[in-house]
């Protein structure tokens, strides 16, 4: 876990503290951060138990929904006659069920070689709406770069500056516990 304030968050008439200060701050989150990881653990151990409990359950389910599907299907596809002319299809208790146009798939074989028979055989306008082509910046690759060449790219840095935070060595308990406190700050905005 992560945290930092952003500069407008940060106050300046804030009084001064000292080191002892901040130690017994970190000893009260540790205790808040303690308390969050054994509700995080506690829910994970009851989900487990619920889906262990559930499980045989939800399995036999699926296995039954499939082998109603298949059936359905097969007297459907032996049954084609039912669903000519204007009516195509049926609802019965929920299910629509008949036949259906199916969109034809393009198979591409040799990707390469229809790539190249395409640049040959069609002028370029023909081409646009049959090819792409990508191209991207790389940022982390621009970072390296030195700053008299940014510039001359039309590439800014922003300004690096310092701010307070706060990083958790965390277990997985604090990984959701955070990913749920980053929930609840984006709901908020």
Same mark, same amino acid.
């Given at each position: 876990?992560?945290?930092?304030?952003?500069?407008?968050?940060?106050?300046?008439?804030?009084?001064?503290?000292?080191? /002892?200060?901040?130690?017994? &701050?970190?000893?009260?989150?540790?205790?808040?951060?303690?308390?969050?990881?054994? #509700?995080? @653990?506690?829910? $994970?151990?009851?989900?487990?138990?619920?889906?262990?409990?559930?499980?045989?359950?939800?399995?036999? !389910?699926? *296995? @039954?929904?499939?082998?109603?599907?298949?059936?359905? &299907?097969?007297?459907?596809?032996?049954?084609?006659?039912?669903?000519?002319?204007?009516?195509?299809?049926?609802? +019965? +208790?929920?299910?629509?069920?008949?036949?259906?146009?199916?969109?034809?798939?393009? #198979?591409?074989? *040799? $990707?390469? *070689?229809?790539?190249?028979?395409?640049?040959?055989?069609?002028?370029?306008?023909?081409?646009?709406?049959?090819?792409?082509?990508?191209?991207?910046?790389?940022?982390?690759?621009?970072? !390296?770069?030195?700053? *008299?060449?940014?510039?001359?790219?039309?590439?800014?840095? %922003?300004?690096?500056? %310092?701010?307070? +935070?706060?990083?958790? %060595? /965390?277990?997985?308990?604090?990984?959701?516990? @955070?990913?749920?406190?980053?929930?609840?700050?984006?709901?908020?905005?």
């Amino acid at each position: 876990m992560i945290r930092s304030l952003e500069p407008h968050e940060q106050t300046r008439d804030a009084k001064p503290v000292t080191l /002892e200060d901040i130690q017994s &701050l970190c000893k009260a989150l540790r205790t808040s951060c303690d308390a969050g990881e054994k #509700v995080v @653990n506690e829910f $994970e151990a009851e989900k487990l138990a619920l889906e262990k409990r559930f499980a045989g359950r939800f399995v036999k !389910a699926a *296995d @039954n929904i499939r082998a109603d599907m298949d059936e359905l &299907l097969i007297a459907l596809a032996t049954s084609r006659d039912l669903f000519r002319g204007a009516k195509k299809t049926e609802t +019965f +208790f929920g299910f629509r069920v008949g036949f259906m146009k199916k969109p034809g798939k393009v #198979v591409v074989v *040799d $990707e390469a *070689d229809t790539i190249a028979r395409i640049e040959k055989l069609l002028s370029p306008k023909e081409q646009s709406g049959l090819l792409k082509v990508t191209k991207s910046l790389v940022k982390k690759g621009l970072s !390296a770069l030195p700053g *008299d060449l940014l510039k001359k790219l039309g590439v800014t840095l %922003e300004a690096d500056t %310092e701010a307070p +935070f706060v990083k958790a %060595e /965390e277990g997985d308990a604090m990984k959701r516990l @955070n990913a749920l406190i980053q929930q609840d700050g984006e709901e908020a905005k």
